[in-house]
Structures are given as structure tokens and as C-alpha cells.
């Protein structure tokens, strides 16, 4: 049963420090997507990459957030320094394209910034 | 502004009962895919109805695209109440009109309530 996958479930941290959030995507999958979702501002995009390529992170604060894919089977969002609004359910995604873009979504990680 | 917005917000029914959504859009869609999120969860891809397609089953969904209106509806019939959810609508874009193709973009849900 193909799952995407996300470290840690949930993170509690105080403000000012880095943050570290894992995706597994499902083998095979090209396209691996970051997504954040909060009560105000629903689920919002930050990043995307496609055969490990950053493609859009115009989503993404610049000067705290970085998204990277160091290999096919792992992609990473820090954040540094983490701020109380940072709170939010952080969603990884992966998908195959060209295709129908249909994405598959991980758990998320719960983060909290104290 | 979001590319799919979804109508209503908030559904309350009880279980039996038909449950419709509306999903509009703005730009040409690929296609437009529907997503079900269960609290705490992340979300799970239900359906989803090509640009050229105007309705489509599974199961108890039932899925209608109208893109002369860019609006979609999602119709949940004899609802229980393991379909309490958020239920969001979600377009792709036509590769031939953006750069963007690939992405999906959401919309801000419809959260479903079904009591039993």
C-alpha cells in the first residue's frame, strides 16, 4: 500500500529555532508538492518540484522558508527561525506528470511554535 | 484569489440524505478532481472529471461539470455518517494556457457534517 510519508507527526518548538520537516514521497512519483493549511488561510501552496527540480516556491517567505529534494526519495522543509504565525498543519503531496495531477497526500505535521 | 471556490461553506444532514456541493472556477481546467479530508487527516483524492467529461460516478459520488458556468458539483447520496468531512474542489489547469500546469489549486472547502 503506497503512502506518502511525513517526520515528525507533530513538533512543538519555541520560537527562534530551526525546524526540520521530512516527506517520503510514494516510489515512482516525479512531483512532490508543500503545502501549509491554517483556519484563516486554508491550504496554501509553498513549494513544488518535479524530477527533484524546485519548480514554484513563490508560495514560500524567502527569508525563512527553504524546500529542497536531495534525492528522489526525500524532500525537506525548513524553516529558520520558526515564528508563532509558522503555526500550522504542514502537507506534503506527490504526483506523476505528465499526467492527471492527482496528487497523494501524506499525513502532515502538526507545528507548533511557542 | 483561489481558483476553486466552494459553495456552501458549512452542510449540517443527517444520514440518508443527498448531499451537494458547488465548486466554481475561473480559468480552463484540465481537469477538476475532488478531495475529502477527514479531521486531523490529510486529504484523499475521491474523484475526478476531465474538462471534456460532463459527469461522472463511483459509488455513491456523483460528480457534474458544466465548464460554459466553470462550476462543478459534488453529489453525495444516502449519506452516513463516516462522510463527515471537508470536502474540497480542486482544479488543473490546461497545460496550454499556463506555465503553472501540474499544480492544483484548491479550494477552501465545504466541511460536512452528517449526524446519524
Known amino acids: 500500500d503506497a503512502r506518502v510519508t511525513q517526520t515528525p507527526r507533530h513538533k512543538v518548538t519555541e520560537m527562534g529555532q530551526e525546524v526540520t520537516m521530512r516527506c517520503q514521497p510514494i516510489?515512482?512519483?516525479?512531483?512532490v508538492f508543500w503545502y501549509r493549511q491554517t483556519m484563516m488561510q486554508g491550504l496554501e501552496l509553498l513549494a513544488y518540484?518535479?524530477?527533484?527540480?524546485?519548480?514554484?516556491d513563490s508560495g514560500m517567505p524567502k527569508d525563512r522558508f527553504s524546500a529542497e529534494m536531495p534525492d528522489a526519495t526525500l524532500a525537506t522543509l525548513k524553516i529558520q527561525p520558526s515564528e508563532p504565525r509558522d503555526s500550522a498543519v504542514y502537507f506534503c503531496?506527490?504526483?506523476?506528470?505528465?499526467?492527471?495531477?492527482?496528487?497523494?497526500f501524506g499525513p502532515g505535521t502538526r507545528l507548533t511554535v511557542l | 484569489s483561489q481558483q476553486g471556490e466552494e459553495d456552501p461553506q458549512a452542510l449540517s444532514i443527517q444520514e440518508g440524505e443527498n448531499a451537494t456541493m458547488n465548486c466554481s472556477y475561473k480559468t480552463s481546467i484540465n481537469n477538476l478532481q475532488w478531495y475529502r479530508q477527514n479531521s486531523g487527516r490529510g486529504l484523499v483524492h475521491l474523484i475526478l472529471?476531465?474538462?471534456?467529461?460532463r459527469e461522472k460516478h463511483s459509488g455513491r459520488l456523483r460528480v457534474t461539470l458544466d465548464t460554459s458556468k466553470k462550476s462543478s458539483s459534488l453529489l453525495i447520496t444516502a449519506s452516513r455518517a463516516a462522510d463527515t468531512a471537508s470536502y474540497f474542489c480542486a482544479t488543473a489547469l490546461s497545460r496550454y494556457a499556463t506555465d503553472s500546469w501540474g499544480k492544483l489549486q484548491f479550494g477552501a472547502g465545504t466541511q460536512v457534517v452528517v449526524t446519524p
Open positions: 516510489l515512482g512519483h516525479n512531483t
Open positions: 472529471i476531465r474538462s471534456n467529461e
Open positions: 518540484f518535479r524530477n527533484r527540480a524546485p519548480l514554484d
Open positions: 503531496a506527490s504526483g506523476s506528470t505528465p499526467g492527471t495531477d492527482t496528487q497523494y
